[in-house]
């Protein structure tokens, strides 16, 4: 995942109002290839909104959004999109579940069930084909929904807040988890949250936005060491610009 400087994503100047509140002012992010970005801001900021306008599912007011030099303003289907809260069906089984994208392109259960089953043990889902959502630790829907995200197969991929609802110590090793499958994905990440560690440890890049309405406040670039390890978060470096991050937000 070294980040090189082709361009896949460019996000250039949009603006965004519901009901004549300014939620999104002019921002301007751009995501290279196989680069991890992070759009890091408090609650309520405006961040999911900015990617349902990069996904095409909501129209901004102002600007555009390029896609590999291609204008896909308010166009869907380019990109696989975790939304936050991405919940699995619980009447489906994890297969089922993870097979709804290639169903919805159109596929035949049968076929979607044996391509999706591939990357089961990829996944750290093996033995879990079969079973409902109640039947999987937090962790494991978690992985099943980054699963089904990834059935979407586009290159570029947004999460937003995927460990969001995780204890402390199964968001760490998920966190973990994810760098180590992005290495062998060849996917260039946006991702969404509000904890600063994770963003410093997963990034390559971080966009710390203002409250709303939302403005970039500064871009980081993180220097750190890959691949990454737990033990980085207490090393001085780590925390000299978690220190920084701190003082911005
Ligand atoms: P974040 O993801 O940073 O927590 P959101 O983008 O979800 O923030 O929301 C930012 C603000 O925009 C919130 O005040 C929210 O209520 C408002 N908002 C988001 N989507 C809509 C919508 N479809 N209609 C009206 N208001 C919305
Ligand atoms: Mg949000």
Same mark, same amino acid.
């Given at each position: 995942?070294?980040?090189?400087?082709?361009?896949?994503?460019?996000?250039?100047?949009?603006?965004?109002?519901?009901?004549?509140?300014?939620?999104?002012?002019?921002?301007?992010?751009?995501?290279?290839?196989?680069?991890?970005?992070?759009?890091?801001?408090?609650?309520?900021?405006?961040?999911?909104?900015?990617?349902?306008?990069?996904?095409?599912?909501?129209?901004?007011?102002?600007?555009?959004?390029?896609?590999?030099?291609?204008?896909?303003?308010?166009?869907?289907?380019?990109?696989?999109?975790?939304?936050?809260?991405?919940?699995?069906?619980?009447?489906?089984?994890?297969?089922?579940?993870?097979?709804?994208?290639?169903?919805?392109?159109?596929?035949?259960?049968?076929?979607?069930?044996?391509?999706?089953?591939?990357?089961?043990?990829?996944?750290?889902?093996?033995?879990?084909?079969?079973?409902?959502?109640?039947?999987?630790?937090?962790?494991?829907?978690?992985?099943?929904?980054?699963?089904?995200?990834?059935?979407?197969?586009?290159?570029?991929?947004?999460?937003?807040?995927?460990?969001?609802?995780? @204890?402390?110590? $199964?968001?760490? /090793?998920?966190?973990?988890?994810?760098?180590? %499958? &992005? +290495?062998? #994905?060849?996917?260039?990440?946006?991702?969404?949250?509000?904890?600063?560690?994770?963003?410093?440890?997963?990034?390559?890049?971080?966009?710390?936005?203002?409250?709303?309405?939302?403005?970039?406040?500064?871009?980081?670039?993180?220097?750190?060491?890959?691949?990454?390890?737990? @033990?980085?978060? $207490?090393?001085? /470096?780590?925390?000299?610009?978690?220190?920084? %991050? &701190? +003082?911005? #937000?």
């Amino acid at each position: 995942m070294t980040s090189c400087q082709k361009n896949k994503v460019e996000i250039n100047n949009i603006s965004k109002s519901f009901e004549d509140l300014l939620i999104v002012d002019d921002i301007t992010l751009n995501l290279n290839e196989k680069e991890f970005v992070t759009i890091l801001g408090p609650s309520g900021s405006g961040k999911s909104t900015i990617f349902n306008i990069i996904s095409g599912l909501m129209k901004p007011d102002d600007g555009n959004i390029y896609i590999e030099g291609e204008d896909y303003t308010s166009k869907t289907g380019r990109v696989s999109y975790m939304y936050q809260k991405d919940l699995l069906m619980p009447w489906k089984k994890i297969i089922d579940n993870v097979s709804l994208p290639l169903v919805l392109k159109g596929m035949d259960k049968k076929q979607a069930r044996k391509k999706v089953a591939d990357y089961f043990h990829i996944f750290g889902l093996d033995g879990f084909e079969y079973k409902y959502p109640h039947q999987l630790s937090g962790g494991m829907k978690q992985r099943a929904a980054l699963l089904r995200t990834y059935m979407f197969s586009e290159d570029i991929i947004l999460l937003d807040e995927p460990f969001g609802g995780l @204890d402390a110590i $199964t968001k760490s /090793k998920m966190q973990l988890w994810l760098l180590d %499958i &992005l +290495d062998k #994905l060849e996917a260039s990440i946006f991702f969404i949250t509000h904890d600063v560690e994770e963003a410093i440890f997963l990034s390559d890049r971080i966009y710390i936005l203002s409250e709303r309405p939302a403005n970039v406040k500064e871009e980081i670039i993180i220097d750190l060491p890959k691949p990454r390890h737990k @033990d980085i978060v $207490t090393t001085n /470096k780590f925390n000299d610009i978690k220190k920084h %991050i &701190l +003082d911005i #937000l």
